[in-house]
C-alpha cells in the first residue's frame, strides 16, 4: 500500500491489532502494588509476632497449655487485623486514573469509525474537531482554522496556533517535526479542525515519556521515617542485648532456664520498641483518612506530616492560582474605561456596549478557545435583554486568524437588512493596520495596550465594518473597519487563594510562584494572590545565565519567576531544597510533574490536573481548591505535634514496664510481669492512647507560629527527658507498691495483682497528662475526646473481668484483691497523675515546642 493511500484510508483492522500487540495500549502503566502473599509475609515475619510465638511454644514446653493458646490466639488475631488494614490501605491510596480522551475517531479500511483512545496505535488517521482532547502524538496532515491549548505541557494559557504539514514520505514526517504541525497527547482542541497522523503512543508521547522520566527521580523517605528507623533499630539492639542478659542472670542464679528465657523474651516484648512504627502508620494513616474528608487525597502518606514543616510553597499560576478560564477585565474606547476590579457591580457604561457587540459578533456562537468563552459570558452578563445581541443572524463568511494577520474577521447577515456587518477582533497592532489610523490615534491605543499589559491583562482590539456589495474581498484589508476600542482579558485569581496565602504567610511559610507566562502577568497575578509582587522578577532567560550559586543567593528574595520552562521548574524546586526549606510544589499540568516529584512534597490538583501530575504527587488537592492547602498544613503540623505526645507516652510507659521486668529478677523477688501482662498492655493500651492522641486537635496559635526547622527531630532531649522523667516517678510508685504490699500482703499473686492494677491505671492518666501540654489535664479544652472515653470505659471494664473472674485471673496469675487495696491503688494512680503534671508544666518552661 503506497504511503498516500495510507493516509486517505488509514491502517486495515488486521494491522492496527498486530500495532497493538507490538507497541501496547495507549494509556500510562499503572502504579504497581504489592500482592497479598507478599503483604502477609511482611506482616509474619514482624519480630513482636515471632516473640509471640516464641512465648507460646515456651509455654508449651512448661506444660502452662492455657496460656500458650492464648498467646498464639492473639497473634492470628493481631495479624488478620494488621493484613486488612494494610490491604484496605493500598486500595485506597491507589492513583486516581482519568483517561483524557476515552473516544477516538480514526479511519481504518477506507472507514470512519470511534474506538477506544486506549486502543490507538501509530500510524492511525484521527479526525479532531472543536473541544476534542488530543489521544495520541499526532502530525497534521490536514487543518483549517486549528488553534490548541498546550497550557498543560508549557503552562501557557493562550491557544497555540497549528497549521498542516502534508509530507508525502513517512520517513519524512517522523524526521522532521516542526511544532506548528505536531499536536501533542493530553492537549486540547479550542479551535478549528483537523486530520492528522499517530506518531507516538502511551509511553512513546510526549506525555508519555515525561512520566516514564520520574521514575529515576525515586522515592524520597520524610525525615521522621528515616529517624523512626533509626530509633528503632538501637532500641532493638540494645533490648536484645539486655534481654539476653537478663536470661543468662536468671538462669545462673535459679537454674531454671525455661523461665530464664521467658523472663529474657518478657523483657524483650517489653523493650522492642514495635509501637513506634505502629503510632507512626496510625498517626499518618488516620491523618490521611481526615485529609480526604476534606477533599485532599494523600498518595504518600509520611508527606502528611513533613506538609507542617514546610517553609517554601512553590505554586504554578496557571490553573493553580487562578481559574485557568479567562474572564474580561477591562474595556476601552476613546471615550470611556471600564474596569471589573475597580467597578465592582457597577453597570458597563452604554459607550461601551457596541465594543463589547462587536467582539461577541467576531468571535464563534460555540466557543472552545477560553478568550472567546469570556467575551461570550461577558455580554451575557452586560448585554442581556439588549438590542447588542442577535441570535437571529446569519454568518455569511469566516476570515480566520493566520500568520499573516493576527486578527479574525466574520461577516453577518441581518433578517431585516440588505447591508452585511463585519466584526473583527485580533491583535491591537493588527486591528489597528486594519482600520488604518492616523499615527496619534495609533500612539493613543499603543498607550492603552501598554498600560493594559502592564496589569498582566491580555489585549484585543475590536473593529467594525459593513458592507453593501454582495460579493465579498479575498482579504480583510479590503474592509473599510472603524476601530471601536479595546478589550482586557485576563485569568481570574481564584476566589479563596489571597486568605490561603495569607495563611501561609502568618504560618511562616514562604509562596514563590513559577510560571511560564510574562513577567507582567505574573506579577499581576502576584499581586492580586498577596504574593510579593514588588521585588524582582527572574525570567528563564535570567535564571538560564545564572550559576547554582548565584541563584542559591538571590532565592531568598525572589519570589516569581517568570517565562520558566519545564526543567527549570525542576531546578528552581532543587535549589530551594539545597538551602534547607522543605519545599511544597503545587501543579497540575504534565510540565509540573518532575518538580512535583523532587519536591519534598507534591501537591497536584485532582478535578482537572493530569494523570503524570497525580502519579508524581505525595497530595492530590481532589476539588482543585487551594484553601485545602492550608488545611493539609495544619494536619501536618497537628500530626507532628500529637507525635511528639505520644512518644513521650511510649518512652514514659516503658520505663516501668522494663524496670519490673529486670529489677525483681536481680532482687530475687519472683517475676512481676509475665508475657500476657505484656500483651495485655501492648494491645489495648499502646494502640489506644495512639488513637486518642491522634485525635486531639491542634494547641491554639500554633498556626501562627513558623514551621519547625528542618532538622528538628521527633526524638530529641526534650522528648526524652520528657517520658525518662514521667517513667521514672511511675516506676517509683509502683516499687513502692510491689514493697509493700509484699509486706503487708505476702502473697505473690495479690503483690503481682496491685502492681500491675497502679500500672494500667497510671497509664490511663499518663494518657490524660499528654492530650495537651498547654494547659492541666483536669481543665476543661472544650471539645470532647470520644476515643479517650472510650479506652477509659474498656479498659476498666477488661481490668475488671481479669480481677473479678477467676478463669482469666488464673490465666494473668492474679488473686482476688480487696475494695481497700483497689482504692490504695487508684489514690497511687492519682499521685502519678499529679506527678505527670509536674513534669508537663516544667518541661514546658524550660523547653520550647516544635510543630
Same mark, same amino acid.
Given at each position: 500500500?503506497?504511503?498516500?493511500?495510507?493516509?486517505?484510508?488509514?491502517?486495515?483492522?488486521?494491522?492496527?491489532?498486530?500495532?497493538?500487540?507490538?507497541?501496547?495500549?495507549?494509556?500510562?502503566?499503572?502504579?504497581?502494588?504489592?500482592?497479598?502473599?507478599?503483604?502477609?509475609?511482611?506482616?509474619?515475619?514482624?519480630?513482636?509476632?515471632?516473640?509471640?510465638?516464641?512465648?507460646?511454644?515456651?509455654?508449651?514446653?512448661?506444660?502452662?497449655?492455657?496460656?500458650?493458646?492464648?498467646?498464639?490466639?492473639?497473634?492470628?488475631?493481631?495479624?488478620?487485623?494488621?493484613?486488612?488494614?494494610?490491604?484496605?490501605?493500598?486500595?485506597?491510596?491507589?492513583?486516581?486514573?482519568?483517561?483524557?480522551?476515552?473516544?477516538?475517531?480514526?479511519?481504518?479500511?477506507?472507514?470512519?469509525?470511534?474506538?477506544?483512545?486506549?486502543?490507538?496505535?501509530?500510524?492511525?488517521?484521527?479526525?479532531?474537531?472543536?473541544?476534542?482532547?488530543?489521544?495520541?502524538?499526532?502530525?497534521?496532515?490536514?487543518?483549517?482554522?486549528?488553534?490548541?491549548?498546550?497550557?498543560?505541557?508549557?503552562?501557557?494559557?493562550?491557544?497555540?496556533?497549528?497549521?498542516?504539514?502534508?509530507?508525502?514520505?513517512?520517513?519524512?514526517?517522523?524526521?522532521?517535526?516542526?511544532?506548528?504541525?505536531?499536536?501533542?497527547?493530553?492537549?486540547?482542541?479550542?479551535?478549528?479542525?483537523?486530520?492528522?497522523?499517530?506518531?507516538?503512543?502511551?509511553?512513546?508521547?510526549?506525555?508519555?515519556?515525561?512520566?516514564?522520566?520520574?521514575?529515576?527521580?525515586?522515592?524520597?523517605?520524610?525525615?521522621?521515617?528515616?529517624?523512626?528507623?533509626?530509633?528503632?533499630?538501637?532500641?532493638?539492639?540494645?533490648?536484645?542485648?539486655?534481654?539476653?542478659?537478663?536470661?543468662?542472670?536468671?538462669?545462673?542464679?535459679?537454674?531454671?532456664?525455661?523461665?530464664?528465657?521467658?523472663?529474657?523474651?518478657?523483657?524483650?516484648?517489653?523493650?522492642?520498641?514495635?509501637?513506634?512504627?505502629?503510632?507512626?502508620?496510625?498517626?499518618?494513616?488516620?491523618?490521611?483518612?481526615?485529609?480526604?474528608?476534606?477533599?485532599?487525597?494523600?498518595?504518600?502518606?509520611?508527606?502528611?506530616?513533613?506538609?507542617?514543616?514546610?517553609?517554601?510553597?512553590?505554586?504554578?499560576?496557571?490553573?493553580?492560582?487562578?481559574?485557568?478560564?479567562?474572564?474580561?477585565?477591562?474595556?476601552?474606547?476613546?471615550?470611556?474605561?471600564?474596569?471589573?476590579?475597580?467597578?465592582?457591580?457597577?453597570?458597563?457604561?452604554?459607550?461601551?456596549?457596541?465594543?463589547?457587540?462587536?467582539?461577541?459578533?467576531?468571535?464563534?456562537?460555540?466557543?472552545?478557545?477560553?478568550?472567546?468563552?469570556?467575551?461570550?459570558?461577558?455580554?451575557?452578563?452586560?448585554?442581556?435583554?439588549?438590542?447588542?445581541?442577535?441570535?437571529?443572524?446569519?454568518?455569511?463568511?469566516?476570515?480566520?486568524?493566520?500568520?499573516?494577520?493576527?486578527?479574525?474577521?466574520?461577516?453577518?447577515?441581518?433578517?431585516?437588512?440588505?447591508?452585511?456587518?463585519?466584526?473583527?477582533?485580533?491583535?491591537?497592532?493588527?486591528?489597528?493596520?486594519?482600520?488604518?489610523?492616523?499615527?496619534?490615534?495609533?500612539?493613543?491605543?499603543?498607550?492603552?495596550?501598554?498600560?493594559?499589559?502592564?496589569?498582566?491583562?491580555?489585549?484585543?482590539?475590536?473593529?467594525?465594518?459593513?458592507?453593501?456589495?454582495?460579493?465579498?474581498?479575498?482579504?480583510?484589508?479590503?474592509?473599510?473597519?472603524?476601530?471601536?476600542?479595546?478589550?482586557?482579558?485576563?485569568?481570574?485569581?481564584?476566589?479563596?487563594?489571597?486568605?490561603?496565602?495569607?495563611?501561609?504567610?502568618?504560618?511562616?511559610?514562604?509562596?514563590?510562584?513559577?510560571?511560564?507566562?510574562?513577567?507582567?502577568?505574573?506579577?499581576?497575578?502576584?499581586?492580586?494572590?498577596?504574593?510579593?509582587?514588588?521585588?524582582?522578577?527572574?525570567?528563564?532567560?535570567?535564571?538560564?545565565?545564572?550559576?547554582?550559586?548565584?541563584?542559591?543567593?538571590?532565592?531568598?528574595?525572589?519570589?516569581?519567576?517568570?517565562?520558566?520552562?519545564?526543567?527549570?521548574?525542576?531546578?528552581?524546586?532543587?535549589?530551594?531544597?539545597?538551602?534547607?526549606?522543605?519545599?511544597?510544589?503545587?501543579?497540575?499540568?504534565?510540565?509540573?510533574?518532575?518538580?512535583?516529584?523532587?519536591?519534598?512534597?507534591?501537591?497536584?490538583?485532582?478535578?482537572?490536573?493530569?494523570?503524570?501530575?497525580?502519579?508524581?504527587?505525595?497530595?492530590?488537592?481532589?476539588?482543585?481548591?487551594?484553601?485545602?492547602?492550608?488545611?493539609?498544613?495544619?494536619?501536618?503540623?497537628?500530626?507532628?505535634?500529637?507525635?511528639?505526645?505520644?512518644?513521650? =507516652?511510649?518512652?514514659? #510507659?516503658? +520505663?516501668? /514496664? @522494663?524496670? &519490673?521486668?529486670? !529489677?525483681?529478677?536481680?532482687?530475687?523477688?519472683?517475676? *512481676?510481669?509475665?508475657?500476657?501482662?505484656?500483651?495485655?498492655?501492648?494491645?489495648?493500651?499502646?494502640?489506644?492512647?495512639?488513637?486518642?492522641?491522634?485525635?486531639?486537635?491542634?494547641?491554639?496559635?500554633?498556626?501562627?507560629?513558623?514551621?519547625?526547622?528542618?532538622?528538628?527531630?521527633?526524638?530529641?532531649?526534650?522528648?526524652?527527658?520528657?517520658?525518662?522523667?514521667?517513667?521514672?516517678?511511675?516506676?517509683?510508685?509502683?516499687?513502692?507498691?510491689?514493697?509493700?504490699?509484699?509486706?503487708?500482703?505476702?502473697?505473690?499473686?495479690?503483690?503481682?495483682?496491685?502492681?500491675?492494677?497502679?500500672?494500667?491505671?497510671?497509664?490511663?492518666?499518663?494518657?490524660?497528662?499528654?492530650?495537651?501540654?498547654?494547659?492541666?489535664?483536669?481543665?476543661?479544652?472544650?471539645?470532647?475526646?470520644?476515643? =479517650?472515653?472510650?479506652? #477509659?470505659? +474498656?479498659? /476498666? @471494664?477488661? &481490668?475488671?473481668? !481479669?480481677?473479678?473472674?477467676?478463669?482469666?485471673?488464673? *490465666?494473668?496469675?492474679?488473686?482476688?484483691?480487696?475494695?481497700?487495696?483497689?482504692?490504695?491503688?487508684?489514690?497511687?494512680?492519682?499521685?502519678?497523675?499529679?506527678?505527670?503534671?509536674?513534669?508537663?508544666?516544667?518541661?514546658?518552661?524550660?523547653?520550647?515546642?516544635?510543630?
Amino acid at each position: 500500500m503506497s504511503t498516500t493511500s495510507t493516509h486517505q484510508d488509514g491502517l486495515s483492522e488486521e494491522e492496527a491489532r498486530q500495532r497493538l500487540v507490538r507497541d501496547g495500549l495507549n494509556e500510562l502503566p499503572a502504579s504497581t502494588r504489592r500482592g497479598a502473599w507478599c503483604l502477609l509475609g511482611e506482616i509474619v515475619c514482624e519480630p513482636m509476632f515471632l516473640l509471640l510465638v516464641a512465648c507460646g511454644v515456651i509455654y508449651l514446653l512448661l506444660g502452662d497449655r492455657h496460656e500458650a493458646l492464648m498467646l498464639l490466639g492473639f497473634v492470628f488475631v493481631v495479624m488478620g487485623i494488621t493484613f486488612f488494614q494494610q490491604r484496605r490501605a493500598e486500595r485506597s491510596l491507589e492513583a486516581l486514573r482519568d483517561l483524557s480522551s476515552p473516544q477516538a475517531l480514526v479511519v481504518r479500511d477506507g472507514r470512519t469509525r470511534k474506538i477506544a483512545a486506549r486502543e490507538l496505535v501509530d500510524g492511525d488517521i484521527v479526525l479532531l474537531v472543536e473541544g476534542d482532547r488530543i489521544p495520541a502524538d499526532i502530525r497534521l496532515l490536514e487543518a483549517s482554522n486549528l488553534a490548541v491549548d498546550e497550557s498543560m505541557l508549557t503552562g501557557e494559557s493562550v491557544p497555540v496556533a497549528k497549521q498542516a504539514d502534508p509530507m508525502k514520505d513517512r520517513a519524512a514526517i517522523t524526521s522532521s517535526m516542526s511544532e506548528a504541525a505536531q499536536l501533542f497527547s493530553g492537549t486540547l482542541i479550542t479551535q478549528g479542525t483537523a486530520r492528522g497522523l499517530v506518531t507516538a503512543t502511551g509511553e512513546r508521547s510526549a506525555l508519555g515519556r515525561i512520566g516514564t522520566s520520574l521514575a529515576g527521580l525515586g522515592e524520597q523517605k520524610t525525615p521522621v521515617q528515616i529517624e523512626t528507623g533509626r530509633v528503632v533499630k538501637r532500641v532493638a539492639t540494645v533490648g536484645l542485648l539486655l534481654a539476653g542478659g537478663l536470661a543468662i542472670t536468671y538462669g545462673l542464679s535459679r537454674a531454671d532456664w525455661l523461665n530464664g528465657l521467658l523472663a529474657g523474651l518478657t523483657l524483650a516484648m517489653a523493650l522492642l520498641p514495635e509501637e513506634l512504627p505502629v503510632v507512626l502508620t496510625i498517626f499518618l494513616g488516620l491523618g490521611a483518612w481526615r485529609l480526604a474528608r476534606e477533599n485532599v487525597l494523600a498518595r504518600s502518606v509520611p508527606a502528611i506530616e513533613l506538609l507542617g514543616a514546610t517553609t517554601v510553597l512553590c505554586v504554578d499560576k496557571t490553573g493553580t492560582l487562578t481559574t485557568n478560564r479567562m474572564a474580561l477585565r477591562r474595556l476601552w474606547t476613546a471615550a470611556a474605561l471600564h474596569d471589573t476590579v475597580t467597578a465592582g457591580s457597577l453597570e458597563l457604561p452604554e459607550a461601551l456596549h457596541l465594543t463589547l457587540e462587536f467582539a461577541i459578533l467576531a468571535s464563534h456562537r460555540r466557543a472552545f478557545d477560553p478568550m472567546e468563552s469570556a467575551i461570550g459570558d461577558a455580554g451575557k452578563r452586560w448585554l442581556a435583554n439588549t438590542e447588542h445581541l442577535h441570535g437571529n443572524w446569519t454568518l455569511i463568511e469566516d476570515y480566520p486568524l493566520s500568520r499573516e494577520m493576527l486578527a479574525m474577521s466574520r461577516v453577518w447577515e441581518a433578517p431585516d437588512q440588505r447591508e452585511r456587518v463585519i466584526a473583527a477582533k485580533g491583535a491591537p497592532e493588527a486591528i489597528v493596520d486594519l482600520c488604518h489610523l492616523d499615527s496619534a490615534a495609533c500612539a493613543m491605543v499603543a498607550r492603552q495596550v501598554q498600560s493594559m499589559a502592564a496589569d498582566g491583562l491580555r489585549v484585543l482590539g475590536v473593529a467594525r465594518a459593513r458592507l453593501a456589495a454582495q460579493t465579498l474581498p479575498v482579504n480583510q484589508h479590503d474592509f473599510d473597519f472603524e476601530f471601536l476600542g479595546l478589550i482586557g482579558m485576563e485569568d481570574p485569581v481564584r476566589a479563596d487563594v489571597p486568605q490561603a496565602i495569607k495563611e501561609c504567610h502568618a504560618a511562616g511559610i514562604r509562596v514563590v510562584m513559577i510560571t511560564g507566562d510574562h513577567s507582567a502577568t505574573a506579577r499581576s497575578i502576584a499581586r492580586q494572590a498577596g504574593i510579593p509582587a514588588q521585588g524582582e522578577v527572574i525570567t528563564g532567560v535570567e535564571l538560564a545565565r545564572l550559576s547554582d550559586d548565584d541563584l542559591r543567593l538571590r532565592l531568598a528574595d525572589t519570589h516569581i519567576f517568570s517565562r520558566i520552562r519545564p526543567e527549570q521548574k525542576l531546578r528552581l524546586v532543587q535549589a530551594l531544597r539545597a538551602r534547607g526549606d522543605i519545599v511544597a510544589m503545587t501543579g497540575d499540568g504534565v510540565n509540573d510533574a518532575p518538580a512535583l516529584k523532587a519536591a519534598s512534597i507534591g501537591v497536584a490538583m485532582g478535578a482537572r490536573g493530569t494523570d503524570v501530575a497525580r502519579e508524581a504527587a505525595a497530595l492530590v488537592l481532589l476539588n482543585d481548591d487551594f484553601s485545602s492547602l492550608v488545611v493539609a498544613v495544619r494536619y501536618g503540623r497537628r500530626v507532628f505535634a500529637n507525635l511528639r505526645k505520644s512518644i513521650v =507516652f511510649i518512652v514514659a #510507659v516503658h +520505663v516501668p /514496664i @522494663v524496670g &519490673l521486668s529486670i !529489677i525483681p529478677v536481680l532482687l530475687g523477688w519472683p517475676m *512481676l510481669l509475665l508475657p500476657a501482662h505484656i500483651l495485655f498492655l501492648q494491645l489495648i493500651i499502646d494502640p489506644a492512647c495512639s488513637v486518642v492522641l491522634e485525635a486531639e486537635p491542634l494547641e491554639p496559635h500554633a498556626m501562627l507560629d513558623k514551621p519547625r526547622p528542618p532538622q528538628a527531630r521527633l526524638f530529641d532531649a526534650q522528648i526524652l527527658l520528657r517520658g525518662l522523667w514521667q517513667g521514672s516517678g511511675l516506676l517509683a510508685t509502683l516499687l513502692a507498691v510491689c514493697s509493700g504490699s509484699r509486706f503487708m500482703a505476702g502473697s505473690d499473686e495479690l503483690v503481682r495483682t496491685m502492681t500491675f492494677t497502679v500500672l494500667v491505671l497510671s497509664n490511663l492518666g499518663l494518657i490524660q497528662a499528654n492530650r495537651s501540654w498547654k494547659r492541666a489535664s483536669w481543665r476543661c479544652s472544650g471539645t470532647v475526646n470520644h476515643y =479517650f472515653a472510650g479506652i #477509659v470505659l +474498656v479498659t /476498666i @471494664v477488661l &481490668l475488671g473481668a !481479669i480481677l473479678g473472674i477467676p478463669v482469666l485471673s488464673r *490465666l494473668f496469675a492474679f488473686a482476688p484483691p480487696t475494695p481497700l487495696m483497689l482504692l490504695v491503688c487508684v489514690g497511687v494512680a492519682a499521685i502519678n497523675l499529679l506527678w505527670f503534671e509536674a513534669v508537663k508544666h516544667l518541661s514546658g518552661r524550660f523547653f520550647v515546642q516544635p510543630l
